[in-house]
């Protein structure tokens, strides 16, 4: 079946930092494509979306370009910030009737000042 | 508008007791999804319903897992005869009718202890 494989974490910055992190998936043809991310204690929230091939999203500075030719979804921010301290997950929309997301464990990235 | 609500926030069973979870969708949203979250994982895939209708059950774990969608809106997951793997945290999240946008809204989660 469908599947995403996300970098291994913890990912440890200084405030500040660039950050990547990267997303790859098994299958192609994904109407839509999103990061989600989990802050401690928290639900998930959509954190951004692309909604076809070569689309970027963005939102509170990061982004993310759909690339089909290389089946990613890479994760990017400038200069994070302590409050972008949570789990991020890339989670793209299984291909049947239901759409249903597919999880990998999630990315934890901690910004330290 | 108000997000999707979850309720109990928190539930202590002892193993073998019958549990009940609840799910508030976004007002008018037709799809809702039921996701089971282990600790330190990603959220697994249990139940997805279309209004009233489920349509698809196949990562409910065992048939001690049911859910139910009765008037299209509010949503409940039960588990009977609770077991101690099946402590996790339990996140229901729903989605517009329109099909260009893919995207779920999730709720706070109930997290599940069992004893």
């Known amino acids: 079946g469908d599947s995403v494989t996300q970098m291994e974490g913890p990912v440890t910055l200084s405030e500040e930092a660039f950050l990547t992190i990267n997303c790859t998936y098994t299958?192609?043809?994904?109407?839509?494509l999103f990061w989600y991310v989990q802050y401690p204690g928290e639900g998930l929230q959509l954190l951004l979306k692309a909604t076809k091939a070569d689309d970027k999203g963005s939102n509170k500075g990061f982004e993310a370009t759909y690339r089909k030719e290389t089946t990613s979804f890479h994760l990017e921010k400038g200069s994070v910030q302590v409050s972008d301290s949570a789990v991020y997950f890339c989670a793209p929309p299984q291909l049947d009737s239901s759409y249903k997301l597919i999880f990998g464990s999630g990315t934890r990235l901690l910004v330290r000042p | 508008g108000a997000g999707v609500s979850q309720s109990p926030r928190y539930k202590v069973a002892k193993r073998g007791q019958d549990v009940a979870l609840r799910c508030d969708p976004i007002?008018?949203?037709?799809?809702l999804f039921w996701y089971q979250q282990a600790l330190g994982q990603g959220p697994e895939f249990l139940t997805y319903?279309?209004?009233?209708?489920?349509?698809?059950k196949s990562g409910l774990p065992s048939d001690r897992f049911f859910a139910e969608r009765p008037e299209g809106s509010v949503s409940t997951l039960k588990i009977q005869r609770t077991q101690q793997e099946d402590s996790a945290v339990y996140l229901c999240?729903?989605?517009?009718?329109?099909?260009?946008?893919?995207?779920?809204?999730f709720g706070p989660g109930t997290r599940l202890t069992v004893t």
């Open positions: 007002s008018g949203h037709v799809s």
């Open positions: 319903f279309q209004n009233e209708a489920q349509l698809d």
């Open positions: 299958a192609t043809g994904y109407p839509s």
């Open positions: 999240a729903s989605s517009p009718k329109d099909w260009n946008h893919y995207e779920q809204y």
